[in-house]
């Protein structure tokens, strides 16, 4: 497969072909803010130097009759300034790349559509985009860490569908059915504007408050989300409550024994109960739920649910309009209408040594959901935690009451935003 012509898309992947439309498509945003100015120049040869290191990514999307494929490019991408909103439309054209690399000022930024990886895979190439760029402007780098080297060779685990592979029938799958949630819709913006909101802190001070709850930061941080719903749901005047369900990835990887570069990422949905909590009990709550439902037998179970619908013979003969429309109406019943809010920490990102001295911090950035207003991310590096929200809605409802609770919990908050 590294060396063919074309591929099939991964289990996770043919959804966002079939969910897109003109106004949306799946985009996500990993970002490096450096210490100097970028200098396009060094980043484009950058861009030409690790491209090949990265089979996957160098690929188009290309519609065949009963699956979308993707088709192998050998044209140069190109790095562009920034000019549009975070996360815009990414192009579906058949002819060109399903990402892009941006600059402005001091950041790098990586977008793709979500069909060629997932945020494991994106923040792979970014670090390795990044480590040959600051080899370009002189870093001088002895080890590398865990960073894919550009010279390496790609390996075939690296660009395999480990949906596939890791499939066991005799494991079971998980229920499909869950009821609505709860959501914030607000007034909706234009199309095309995505409102980004970043909240800088301290990692050791958001430890700390995660240590008074006893828990994990992840946990956390899920808890303190799950509350500034529940505060906002408190305060509207609604006929009927619904749960508020946090969707929570999962990398698959670690407990597949996977290395592959494509998408590998499930979900569990946190799930807070009718009722007026205290952020106490909800931490517990949540606390439990993460701790006893995430483990090795409900990823089977989740691989498998994903894989048995592909599989199945009446779906797999349907040409690929009628799979389109059926999986389209599937991403809403059982998606984003069962979730009030996707939350994606992507945790301790890793560099070495040197590069501290050219990293200011990493970012991640969720684009424009289809039917949810909102988002949120996190990221860590060298002691500073960036949590992101992006919306689509006017009002930044959610994260003022989120940083408003952290705030109170005793962590300093900087707030910074791409609108007023």
Same mark, same amino acid.
């Given at each position: 497969?590294?060396?063919?012509?074309?591929?099939?898309?991964?289990?996770?992947?043919?959804?966002?072909?079939?969910?897109?439309?003109?106004?949306?498509?799946?985009?996500?945003?990993?970002?490096?803010?450096?210490?100097?100015?970028?200098?396009?120049?060094?980043?484009?040869?950058?861009?030409?130097?690790?491209?090949?290191?990265?089979?996957?990514?160098?690929?188009?999307?290309?519609?065949?009759?009963?699956?979308?494929?993707?088709?192998?490019?050998?044209?140069?991408?190109?790095?562009?300034?920034?000019?549009?909103?975070?996360?815009?439309?990414?192009?579906?054209?058949?002819?060109?790349?399903?990402?892009?690399?941006?600059?402005?000022?001091?950041?790098?930024?990586?977008?793709?559509?979500?069909?060629?990886?997932?945020?494991?895979?994106?923040?792979?190439?970014?670090?390795?985009?990044?480590?040959?760029?600051?080899?370009?402007?002189?870093?001088?780098?002895?080890?590398?860490?865990?960073?894919?080297?550009?010279?390496?060779?790609?390996?075939?685990?690296?660009?395999?569908?480990?949906?596939?592979?890791?499939?066991?029938?005799?494991?079971?799958?998980?229920?499909?059915?869950?009821?609505?949630?709860?959501?914030?819709?607000?007034?909706?913006?234009?199309?095309?504007?995505?409102?980004?909101?970043?909240?800088?802190?301290?990692?050791?001070?958001?430890?700390?408050?995660?240590?008074?709850?006893?828990?994990?930061?992840?946990?956390?941080?899920?808890?303190?989300?799950?509350?500034?719903?529940?505060?906002?749901?408190?305060?509207?005047?609604?006929?009927?409550?619904?749960?508020?369900?946090?969707?929570?990835? #999962?990398?698959?990887?670690?407990?597949?024994? /996977?290395?592959?570069?494509?998408? $590998?990422?499930?979900?569990? &949905?946190? *799930?807070? %109960?009718?009722?007026?909590?205290?952020?106490?009990?909800?931490?517990?709550?949540?606390?439990?739920?993460?701790?006893?439902?995430?483990?090795?037998?409900?990823?089977?179970?989740?691989?498998?649910?994903?894989?048995?619908?592909?599989?199945?013979?009446?779906?797999?003969?349907?040409?690929?309009?009628?799979?389109?429309?059926?999986?389209? #109406?599937?991403?809403?019943?059982?998606?984003? /209408?069962?979730?009030?809010?996707? $939350?994606?920490?992507?945790? &301790?990102? *890793?560099? %070495?040594?040197?590069?501290?001295?050219?990293?200011?911090?990493?970012?991640?950035?969720?684009?424009?959901?289809?039917?949810?207003?909102?988002?949120?991310?996190?990221?860590?590096?060298?002691?500073?935690?960036?949590?992101?929200?992006?919306?689509?809605?006017?009002?930044?409802?959610?994260?003022?009451?989120?940083?408003?609770?952290?705030?109170?919990?005793?962590?300093?908050?900087?707030? /910074?935003?791409?609108?007023?």
């Amino acid at each position: 497969m590294i060396n063919g012509e074309w591929f099939r898309l991964d289990n996770a992947a043919k959804i966002y072909p079939a969910a897109r439309s003109a106004k949306w498509n799946a985009v996500f945003r990993m970002a490096a803010v450096m210490k100097d100015e970028v200098n396009p120049e060094l980043l484009q040869q950058a861009l030409e130097d690790v491209i090949d290191r990265f089979p996957s990514f160098k690929v188009t999307l290309k519609r065949g009759f009963f699956w979308y494929y993707f088709q192998k490019l050998t044209e140069t991408p190109k790095v562009q300034e920034e000019a549009a909103f975070p996360c815009a439309m990414m192009p579906i054209t058949g002819k060109d790349y399903l990402f892009r690399v941006l600059y402005h000022s001091h950041r790098i930024a990586v977008e793709v559509f979500h069909s060629i990886t997932d945020g494991t895979g994106c923040l792979a190439f970014l670090k390795t985009l990044v480590l040959r760029y600051c080899e370009l402007c002189g870093a001088q780098i002895d080890d590398v860490g865990d960073i894919l080297h550009y010279e390496d060779i790609p390996v075939p685990e690296e660009v395999e569908d480990s949906f596939s592979r890791c499939i066991d029938k005799s494991k079971g799958t998980l229920p499909r059915s869950e009821p609505k949630a709860y959501q914030i819709k607000g007034q909706k913006e234009k199309r095309g504007i995505l409102n980004v909101t970043h909240g800088s802190m301290e990692f050791e001070q958001l430890h700390a408050a995660a240590k008074k709850y006893g828990c994990t930061v992840n946990t956390y941080l899920v808890a303190v989300l799950t509350y500034a719903f529940h505060c906002h749901q408190q305060y509207e005047r609604q006929s009927r409550r619904l749960p508020i369900r946090i969707q929570v990835p #999962i990398n698959l990887r670690k407990f597949m024994g /996977s290395t592959t570069l494509r998408n $590998f990422a499930g979900y569990f &949905n946190t *799930t807070l %109960p009718l009722g007026d909590w205290s952020f106490e009990y909800i931490v517990s709550e949540l606390d439990s739920q993460l701790k006893q439902c995430i483990d090795i037998d409900y990823c089977q179970k989740f691989i498998n649910s994903n894989v048995s619908l592909e599989k199945n013979p009446i779906i797999r003969v349907a040409p690929r309009v009628l799979k389109t429309f059926f999986m389209d #109406i599937s991403f809403y019943m059982i998606g984003e /209408s069962v979730m009030s809010c996707a $939350f994606s920490n992507i945790g &301790n990102v *890793t560099t %070495p040594e040197v590069l501290k001295e050219y990293i200011d911090r990493f970012e991640f950035v969720l684009g424009a959901q289809k039917y949810m207003s909102n988002s949120m991310t996190c990221a860590s590096y060298n002691g500073k935690t960036v949590v992101t929200f992006s919306r689509t809605s006017k009002d930044p409802i959610l994260e003022r009451e989120f940083f408003k609770i952290l705030t109170e919990h005793g962590v300093d908050v900087t707030v /910074s935003s791409n609108r007023r």
